[in-house]
């Protein structure tokens, strides 16, 4: 396919008789278009819009698709997961149903240190082989972009193999990865309880060395009581800016520790969980632009009752993402649909907000609103088309799949 275009001016491929959910900035709701078609050239949009519209230039010698009537949104994005891991805690599950405390599950060996130990043990190619049916799962559902973090690894060689394999995936598949390194994410058994030990291991040692091998796009933390404090996590975002790389925070998940302020300090492209943020954080996310990225997967699974404050998030005018936040311990959820679903039946999300959580605001989340996340000109042509009648379908059902195709980049 890709030699077929080599040395002739490169076809426009057009989508037509299409009903376009654009979600373009400053669109009203979805930015809907009926009657609309997109063209695309080289994998990148050139027109989106009404079809009566496109310019008579681009029709010349076109690949047209007829979509019958469907629905095109913008490629869906997961732009919060840890699909990198080894293994699953499907016993931890187990015994927590059976009755077992978090500290009986602990002592049994389990949570987060026997996601570590596994993913220790695995090689790298074992990582990519046990990550590719997860990334599959939310490629068949449309997403064309997904975030991918370290932090099971928790030293430098186990840390570096994670953001490898994820970095491998965009070679497996056809689908844009964007890896966020995580050192900063729980604690190892051999820093022995030294958290300020281990976060100048992370901020001195591991980060610099990630960074020059050009493994992260950006850098996460923890910050929550079980994990790093505001101060600790203050020292990984220094050494993050010192090396030109955006930062990103789970903040406020199980409490107040006003990590969403600190995330907005350091000009965070966004604070994710934020069950327990407050005003204040809510706030000072609106001033430093801050997406609020909503989990409700977790949220659901370890059975957390405090909301997130959807409300002061729109009274202050943060913006929204939705995503999975799939991992072993708290969230093994692969579908964006469903997860869109959580998010407007326990949070009270609209439907447009919830569209754009996975799409438009995911872009933002990550840095990528100039390359994808909407249907403009000027960016890749990563788009999904649905046989439904209308965009809420994609909110209000669970565990059904109406994806007819999905293109990335134009294929
Ligand atoms: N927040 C969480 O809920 C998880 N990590 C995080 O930063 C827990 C991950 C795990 O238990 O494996
Ligand atoms: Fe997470």
């Keep these: ?30 930015g809907v278009v009926e009657k609309g078609a997109i063209a695309a050239r080289d994998g990148i949009i050139v027109y989106a819009g009404a079809e009566a519209d496109i310019p008579a230039a681009f029709e010349q010698h076109a690949e047209i698709v007829d979509c019958e009537g469907r629905w095109i949104t913008p490629g869906l ?8 891991h080894a293994g699953n805690r499907a016993n931890e599950f187990e015994m927590r149903l059976a009755g077992a405390t978090y500290e009986e599950v602990a002592r049994a060996g389990g949570g987060i240190v026997s996601s570590v130990r596994a993913l220790r043990a695995a090689g790298e190619d074992e990582l990519v082989a046990q990550t590719l049916p997860r990334l599959d799962a939310l490629i068949a559902e449309g997403a064309t972009t997904v975030e991918v973090k370290s932090g099971y690894g928790l030293d430098l060689e186990n840390e570096k193999k994670s953001l490898r394999a994820a970095r ?39 980060l610099p060395a990630i960074a020059a091998d050009g493994l992260a796009d950006a850098v996460d933390g923890f910050c929550e009581g079980i ?33 969403a302020e600190l995330a907005a300090r350091y000009g965070a492209l966004s604070a994710d969980h934020l069950e327990y943020t407050d005003e204040a954080g809510a706030a000072a996310m609106a001033g430093s632009g801050s997406v609020a990225t909503i989990l409700p997967g977790a949220y659901y699974f370890i059975r957390e009752t405090k909301k997130p404050p959807i409300e002061l998030f729109r009274r202050h005018g943060v913006k929204m993402a939705v995503a999975t936040d799939n991992n072993p311990g708290t969230s093994p959820l692969t579908s964006l649909l469903l997860t869109m679903n959580m998010a407007a039946t326990l949070f009270g999300m609209t439907v447009d907000e919830c569209l754009a959580g996975v799409t438009r605001e995911a872009a933002r989340a990550l840095g990528l609103l100039g390359q994808t996340g909407t249907l403009e000109a000027g960016k890749s042509a990563d788009l999904a088309i649905w046989s439904i009648e209308r965009p809420a379908e994609l909110v ?16």
């Design 1 to 30: 396919m890709a030699g077929e275009s080599k040395g002739r001016t490169a076809a426009v491929r057009i989508w037509r008789n299409a009903r376009l959910a654009t979600f373009a900035e400053g669109a009203a709701g979805q």
């Design 77 to 84: 994005i997961d732009c919060h997961t840890h699909l990198v």
């Design 168 to 206: 491998r995936l965009s070679a497996e598949r056809p689908v844009t990865i964007r890896t966020t390194f995580l050192g900063a994410h729980a604690l190892p058994p051999e820093a022995k309880g030294d958290k300020d030990a281990f976060i100048d291991l992370v901020a001195a040692t591991i």
């Design 227 to 259: 994990a790093f404090s505001v101060e600790q996590m203050a020292r990984v975002f220094d050494a993050a800016k010192a090396l030109g790389l955006p930062v990103k925070l789970h903040a406020d998940q199980l409490s107040n520790l006003h990590g």
């Design 396 to 411: 209000y059902r669970m565990g059904f799949n109406p994806l007819h195709a999905r293109i990335w980049r134009g294929q």
